[in-house]
């Protein structure tokens, strides 16, 4: 072997050894932006799956209704016993009439014996005229599909509504648990200076200061655990959404929450989005079409049906001699095949007008319905909308004000520091700035989530 060869293998065996320990090693945990959360959970979430097969339900009701006017067949086959019978028509068993006067046969009620019966029948039939029956219960068939649908798209916007508002309230308590575990490192050192101060009796510390830094610890620690608690629950809701699963692992690749551009709609194109496209107003015009329908699908029950078709039957026992009279018929002997045209009614007056009367009232009620909807709908928009607004203006002064408590806390440090303050306005400083701060992000995630309603009450799915 070469000396070429020799390195080439070892480089093989190392990148090969490589390999295995990148395989052994626990897999890095996937990293997504709110868009990529949104597509995972439109994938994964098995409402939208169970709402799918929903749909295919109301599909095949369609074509149920469909099938209802087309060929039906019908048989009914069995094998019975029937009464034996010897010999001709007239008496004694005679096959023809030999001696005037020619008497019939009256041995009927006498038992004879018995024989084998086997019985086929079947018909062949095509409605031709139902009086809109099919017509009707097919167009409520269609109505009810586009309902599911309906249900389907609000499912959908439910779910991108709930990562967003998982992914935004993840970034939030992340924020504030992360300056909050900053201040109380500050607070921790401070403290700890104090009681130096104390334990050397400097001069330079009070007693009253350490009770004041450690009143605020602790409301800082309170703080604190509520941010981490959010935030995992935050990211396991997201786990969960997007189907990575519990013991996944995932972060976000947002470094910290921002506010989204406020909507360039108005408040009206926003009211006209959703009485359009809102999945809630589709399934309504839906609901009254498959109303409609089925109010006329009732009347239409009380009309009877023409058809067309085949129908026979078959008889045959194997121990009764068969008569070839054309005017007489054994039943237990013969066959028959003719093709029909006819007309079927079958309906109870009472139960019929009843089920018109509650198609009709419930025809009455999605009508009331519809009158609420086109005043409810825009006024829940009105009022998401002026959420947004508030909590955008809010955000904006927040920001302001935040900033000033900071300054406001790092002044008050140092005068601490240099002995020219006493803990306890150091501690208000410090409280007034952790309230401003985790205002400001709860703020940014009211906005964030304000915004992301109102995309839910129009029907985006983004």
Known sequence: MTFRQAGLSRLTRALSALGMLMAALPGQADTINLQQ???????????????????EAARSLLQEVQGNGGWRAGMNAFIGLAPKVEGGFYQG??????????TPRSDGDEFNGLSDWTHISFSLIKPLFTFGK???????????IDIKRGELKKTRTDTVYDTKRAYYGYLAARDIRVYLDDMLGRLEKEVGNVEKSLADDTGTARQSDLYALQTAKGLLWKYANQARALEKISLDGLKVLTGIGLAGELSVADDRIEPVPFPQENLAEFKSRAMQSRPEMEQLEAGLRARRALVAAKKSDR???????????????????????????DSFNNAGLTPVVGVKWDTVF???SARIN?????????NHKKAFALEGVPYEVSEAYAHAEANFASQRELALGAAAARRWLVSALADFSAGLESADKMADALKNYVLAQTEYVRTINDYNVNVAQLARLTGELK
Do not use: W
């Open 37 to 55: 959360a949104v597509e995972m959970s439109l994938t994964a979430d098995p409402r939208i799956k169970e709402g799918e097969q929903v749909v």
């Open 350 to 352: 009472g139960v019929a």
């Open 134 to 144: 099919l017509e009707h219960y097919g167009e409520a068939a269609q109505g009810n």
């Open 303 to 329: 009309m009877p049906d023409v058809y067309a078709g085949v129908i026979g039957q078959f008889n045959y026992a194997s121990r009764r001699d068969t008569l070839d009279n054309p005017y007489l018929s």
């Open 358 to 366: 509650q198609a009709q009232a419930e025809l009455e009620a999605l």
């Open 93 to 102: 068993g005679e096959p023809s009439c030999t001696a005037f006067p020619c």
